[in-house]
């Protein structure tokens, strides 16, 4: 565990100061096509294409699909379900830090849309639905190790700020209320993985 903190540390600051990158040369091409899996809070998916050798455009996909369920003595069961879908595209910025390391920003918009149900049985039986769209931008930092010119690991760093709207039904009763509000959120990736072709 420690050895992977020491990595993403030096990717880190690897990408925060570039000392070397005068030295060094970018692996990437003009009209180059790129794919990139991320871990993180969404499975997250994307592609790339590069406009320079240093800049590319990115078209990410990400997809959250989680259930739980809680049972409590004397008041029932609940039951979760959550799911988002979330479509970014951006801008991203590549340079050169070290030999096989290159650092990268990415400023772009964002789009989601997710639902959440909550199921209560026992005593308190209800259900709870909600719905919600979020408009956004985000910035992204990161850096990637090429293991080959074609491959990469590596690690990032997000920050995206989004207008929420939505609608909660609860039922029984069938009452309605609006959603809305905005959130900040920071999120580390703590792997990376990119294929060039």
Avoid: C, K
């Amino acid at each position: 565990m420690n050895r992977i903190r020491l990595f993403g540390a030096a990717l880190v600051v690897a990408a925060i100061v570039p000392a070397t990158a005068a030295a060094q040369s970018l692996p990437y091409r003009a009209g180059q096509w790129g794919a990139e899996f991320q871990s993180g809070d969404l499975t997250n998916a994307g592609v790339m294409r590069f406009m320079s050798p240093s800049t590319a455009l990115v078209f990410n996909v990400g997809v959250l699909n989680l259930s739980t369920e809680l049972d409590t003595e004397g008041a029932g069961t609940v039951e979760n379900s959550t799911s988002l879908l979330a479509v970014r595209l951006g801008f991203r910025n590549y340079m050169p830090v070290a030999n096989r390391v290159t650092g990268f920003w990415t400023i772009g918009g964002e789009v989601a849309r997710g639902s959440e149900t909550e199921e209560v049985s026992g005593p308190f039986d209800g259900t709870e639905e909600s719905t919600q769209t979020q408009l956004g931008v985000f910035g992204q930092f990161g850096a990637d190790f090429h293991v080959t010119p074609n491959i990469a690991v590596g690690i990032a760093y997000d920050l995206s700020y989004a207008r929420i709207s939505g609608e909660v039904t609860q039922e029984p009763g069938g009452a309605e209320s609006e959603i809305s509000g905005s959130r900040l959120l920071g999120t580390f990736t703590p792997v990376r993985f990119s294929i060039f072709f």
